[in-house]
């Protein structure tokens, strides 16, 4: 678990996965509307699929984003994977509409970029934007991330 003054960063386990992709809350995790967001439906569906396996996704994966004034889920952040032979890691984040602009995705983002940096093995932080979404191009540029050109039609960002 990451934490913050305004939200905790929780691993999402496969009974969470689970309960996400069922559409139902758990009584320990209340949900903000619109949680949880489509785009985490791979992750969860990896989560639960390697239950049992011996293999954890986990550390560089995916977490739940919890607001601590109220306890709700209202978001998901985290890693596509561990770092690869370069030293990269890839970052994304979402929050429901209702969270959004409230500076919550920053402080996320940021707890998982100082959790990364400070990890044997990684040398470089980035993460994929569409160009369109100028909320968060501006967060990673707020974080310290450099636009690096762009790939399938999304803008690439490095710390």
């Known amino acids: 678990m990451l934490s913050s003054a305004r939200v905790r960063l929780d691993p999402i386990d496969p009974r969470q996965a689970r309960a996400m992709l069922a559409g139902t809350p758990e009584p320990d995790l209340p949900w903000a509307e619109g949680f949880p967001l489509p785009s985490v439906r791979g992750a969860l569906e990896r989560i639960v699929a390697g239950e049992g396996t011996g293999f954890s996704l986990q550390p560089f994966f995916a977490y ?3 607001r601590r004034a109220d306890g709700r889920a ?11 032979e370069s030293g990269e890691v890839e970052i994304g984040y979402a929050l429901v509409p209702a969270a959004r602009g409230t500076g919550l995705a920053s402080e996320a983002t940021g707890l998982l970029v ?4 400070a ?4 040398r470089r932080v980035v993460a994929r934007v569409d160009p369109a979404n100028v909320p968060s191009r501006r967060l990673l540029e707020r974080l310290g991330f450099e636009r690096d050109g762009e790939t399938g ?3 690439r960002f490095v710390l």
Not at 114 to 117: F, K, M, P
Not at 119 to 122: A, K, N
């Open 64 to 66: 739940v984003i919890v």
């Open 153 to 155: 039609g999304l803008e």
């Open 114 to 117: 100082d959790w990364a940096r």
């Open 119 to 122: 990890q044997p093995g990684v």
């Open 74 to 84: 209202v978001g998901d952040a985290g890693f596509h994977g561990p770092p690869g």
